[in-house]
């Protein structure tokens, strides 16, 4: 059974970059079968999609984030990263990765999620 | 700009039936073909709960139902349980926009 895990810093500076990473067990990115993503949940607030990357190459990212967004795999370490540049305190969240495997069509259908991280943009 | 909109809140006693809607606004409506929807509990990550509009992943029961008509997006939940409140989002997706997500609509189980 597939299982996602994220890591990283829980503070950042403003202006820095957040670096985020989703440990993948039970399963390979190697795989095209699936696609790996991130979604973030501002506190109090409702799920925002970021970006997600496939084997292949196959990319999709939000437009209003994508100018700051960098995702990447990691195929030696199994794990797949999440950059965003110029954070400010608007970029404070809850940041889930996830996956779209058994159920991926053509929309957003990810039905294994990490425990998510919170990330706070601070001085 | 695209968008989908849902009720903030909706509720239901338990046994009954609540809809909750997800309307898309967007100059292309025929992309909207692949809705889905999320049900979270507090402090809990997402949970796949309806995929392209109407099917159902394994393990989900069959008291949730999805369907879609025009630019309306619905989510079903029928003989509601106290285990169902919880925020439901719904999601979609359209090229220029790639995912969307809803605002999220809380649902009560009075």
């Known amino acids: 059974q597939l299982q996602l895990q994220e890591s990283g810093p829980g503070l950042v500076k403003p202006s820095e970059t957040l670096s985020l990473t989703c440990s993948v067990s039970?399963?390979?990115?190697?795989?095209?079968?699936?696609?790996w993503g991130w979604v973030r949940q501002p506190p109090g607030k409702g799920l925002e999609y970021i970006a997600t990357?496939?084997?292949?190459?196959?990319?999709y990212y939000n437009p209003s984030l994508r100018s700051r967004v960098t995702m990447s795999l990691d195929t030696s370490k199994n794990h797949f990263s999440l950059r965003l540049s110029s954070v400010t305190a608007a970029d404070t969240a809850v940041y889930y990765c996830?996956?779209?495997?058994?159920?991926?069509?053509?929309?957003?259908?990810?039905?294994?999620w990490g425990q998510g991280t919170m990330v706070t943009v601070s001085s | 700009q695209s968008a989908l909109t849902q009720p903030p809140s909706a509720s239901g006693s338990p046994g009954q039936s609540v809809t909750i809607s997800c309307t898309i606004t967007?100059?292309?409506?025929?992309?909207?073909?692949?809705v889905s929807w999320f049900q979270q509990h507090p402090g809990k990550a997402p949970k796949l709960m309806i995929y392209?509009?109407?099917e159902r992943p394994s393990g989900v029961p069959d008291r949730f139902s999805g369907s879609k008509s025009g630019n309306t997006a619905s989510l079903t939940v029928s003989g509601l349980q106290t285990e169902d409140e919880a925020d439901y989002y719904c999601?979609?997706?359209?090229?220029?926009?790639?995912?969307?997500f809803g605002g999220g609509t809380k649902l009560t189980v009075l």
């Open positions: 996830a996956t779209e495997g058994r159920y991926a069509s053509g929309g957003f259908e990810a039905d294994i």
């Open positions: 039970g399963g390979s990115i190697s795989s095209d079968t699936y696609f």
């Open positions: 967007s100059s292309d409506i025929g992309a909207h073909n692949y």
């Open positions: 999601s979609s997706y359209e090229p220029s926009s790639a995912v969307l």
């Open positions: 990357i496939r084997y292949s190459g196959r990319n």
């Open positions: 392209d509009v109407t």
